[in-house]
């Protein structure tokens, strides 16, 4: 693997774990074995390292977020979009120090407070839609109001269940993390979801187990 | 006023517009227009006024939280449980610092992190016990389980909604913040409250009015 790549998934591990605030670019390079001016080298401080890594997550959700719009469009499974919401889950867990001290983070580095904003409208128009196109055929009974409610909640769960479970001290790990915020949402959604009992059944144990039918 | 709650009020003022790592005890100094050896008299340092601030928190919460114990026990009524709802959020938001950087914060201050473990305990305790109640008279349908998932969505909108705002970029006042926060909880728990179209209207005008008849 190239040093720059090393750097990268180093620094996503450790920000992680500790904060983004409280690691130095020099605990990167010591974590790597290499020695600050070899880091400096690749990135020029520790500003440049969270802006690369923004721009990997950005990426790599937005990849996600423009999945469906690509799919033919024949009618959707409600265990696809909860497969869809998984995949969104599981990115933001994947750079969960991004979330972590939101309100710190974007002060610090405006350029990733403006592409939070614009990757959060999108991830909200995606959500949107998605429930757009359930209302029309009639998987979802639902105004237009009560999507939007769906969607903050939705986005509510994306962006600040892991900060919730910090705080209440539950020491959960990643499998219980998707699980927890999963069923939040389903919780959330299920009155308004045409479902058979059958199919709920398939979707709670797909939930459950993380085993969702694309997995194979 | 007493120069110790003058500190105190001016401190949480800062802490809340600009994070409690990004202010010093000089910082609040300054701000009261006291020399820091004044402060100093009064706190021995920034982490006492945390320590103080979060005591403060605290007691309020909890006078919040013991207040329907101590009622009679004639029927509850939903406006009731969002008026008291609505007291929490507000209280929450009266000291957003502590929730703004959950994990540094109680990483920092070990004594904060083991009292927001027993206060958030308590603070889903009670409105467990409320929805058990409300259960037993009929007033709400749901199982044990659905009860648990709703006070884990107030939980998060309790302690994660100022920070999901803020990442949106949405620069909401106040009274937008507490209107948003109760529109969440109650598009989460309606569809298992078994209400009057009338009384359900009077609720959402409550809401959007923040004008709880108990106001008078």
Do not use: W
């Not at 520790?46 to 033919?72: G, T």
């Not at 949107?128 to 009639?138: C, D």
């Amino acid at each position: 693997m190239k040093t720059a790549q090393r750097i990268l998934i180093t620094a996503l591990d450790i920000f992680n774990q500790q904060g983004e605030n409280n690691v130095s670019s020099v605990e990167i390079a010591m974590e790597l074995d290499i020695s600050p001016g070899n880091l400096y080298y690749h990135f020029k401080g520790k500003e440049v390292i969270v802006a690369a890594l923004f721009d990997l997550y950005q990426e790599q959700l937005r990849a996600i977020l423009d999945a469906p719009s690509k799919q033919s469009d024949t009618s959707l499974n409600i265990e696809d979009f909860f497969y869809y919401l998984y995949l969104i889950i599981e990115k933001n867990h994947l750079f969960r120090f991004l979330y972590r001290n939101p309100t710190d983070l974007t002060d610090k580095y405006p350029s990733v407070a403006k592409g939070f904003i614009k990757l959060m409208a999108a991830q909200e128009r995606c959500v949107t839609e998605l429930l757009a196109k359930f209302v029309t055929q009639s998987t979802i009974t639902a105004s237009a109001a009560q999507c939007n409610q769906m969607v903050e909640i939705i986005g509510l769960v994306f962006s600040q269940a892991g900060n919730y479970y910090a705080l209440k001290g539950n020491d959960i790990n990643d499998d219980e993390y998707l699980y927890k915020s999963l069923s939040a949402i389903l919780f959330a959604l299920l009155p308004y979801i045409n479902i058979e009992p059958g199919e709920l059944h398939h979707l709670q144990e797909a939930i459950v187990n993380r085993g969702f039918s694309h997995d194979e």
